[in-house]
Nanobody, 124 residues
């Protein structure tokens, strides 16, 4: 079992930045592929960014590529999402997720554990 707790959400103006954190506990963090997802009201949950176990390989949704950066510190059992140049369409609840798979990809069904989410609101 892995417990995930997100933090760092809030209200920011268009063009601003936020850094989300997700602290993991319960099992060896470095054994898990990590991902960030988001869900806006009335929409399906969508993939944002993913990081393989070592953190050496990352990948992104096209909508955030060049603006968001996922990173992880396996010594602190934490994964981060640095969000720059934020847009109103980035407004959503953001969730981190952990997968036992070596490569989990963008499908939320590949992830085994989820945090409770943190709200990000970008004002225009």
């Amino acid at each position: 079992q892995v417990q995930l707790v997100e933090s760092g959400g809030g209200l920011v103006q268009t063009g601003g930045s936020l850094r989300l954190s997700c602290a993991a506990s319960g099992r060896t963090f470095s054994n898990y592929h990590m991902g960030w997802f988001r869900q806006a009201p009335g929409k399906e949950r969508e993939f944002v960014a993913g990081s393989r176990r070592s953190g050496g390989s990352t990948y992104y949704a096209d909508s955030v590529k060049g603006r968001f950066t996922i990173s992880r510190d396996n010594t602190k059992n934490t994964v981060y999402l640095q969000m720059n140049s934020l847009k109103p369409e980035d407004t959503a609840a953001y969730y981190c997720a952990a997968s036992r798979a070596v490569v989990a990809g963008s499908d939320p069904r590949s992830y085994n554990y989820w945090g409770q989410g943190t709200q990000v609101t970008v004002s225009s």
